[in-house]
């Protein structure tokens, strides 16, 4: 069965940088976008990052408010996809979830009702 399983979250201090790992099994993992969510209590699940699957050219998409310090990227040899975080805030304190959309690009990218799969998430928390 496919599976999704972030790894690489923790505590920081504000200004920090942290690496969040998504590696996906029982998927072809070249043929899926690649997405991450975050969810702060409280609040709505929303999208941080993603990047289309392999052949539509390797798009990416960043919410407004991570534009600038975090940069998605996939090693489709390992099947793994990363989330590199940071000059990180208070604000990003959230649990990370990554999830997998078949054939995904385009506008497809930032909506999460279009992905298939998701993973179990990692807690963020970045202290002031």
């Known amino acids: 069965q496919v599976q999704l399983v972030e790894s690489g979250g923790g505590w920081v201090q504000a200004g920090g940088s942290l690496r969040l790992s998504c590696a996906a099994s029982?998927?072809?993992?070249?043929?899926?976008?690649i997405g991450w969510f975050r969810e702060a209590p409280r609040m709505e699940r929303e999208v941080v990052a993603a990047?289309?699957?392999?052949?539509?050219?390797?798009?990416?998409y960043y919410a407004g408010s991570v534009t600038g310090r975090f940069s998605i990227s996939r090693d489709n040899a390992k099947n793994t996809a990363y989330l590199q975080m940071t000059s990180l805030k208070p604000e990003d304190t959230a649990v990370y979830y990554c999830?997998?959309?078949?054939w995904g690009s385009g506008s497809a990218l930032y909506r999460k009702q279009e992905y298939d799969y998701w993973g179990q998430g990692t807690q963020v928390t970045v202290s002031s």
């Open positions: 999830a997998a959309d078949a």
């Open positions: 029982g998927l072809t993992f070249t043929n899926y976008a």
């Open positions: 990047i289309s699957w392999c052949w539509s050219g390797g798009s990416t």
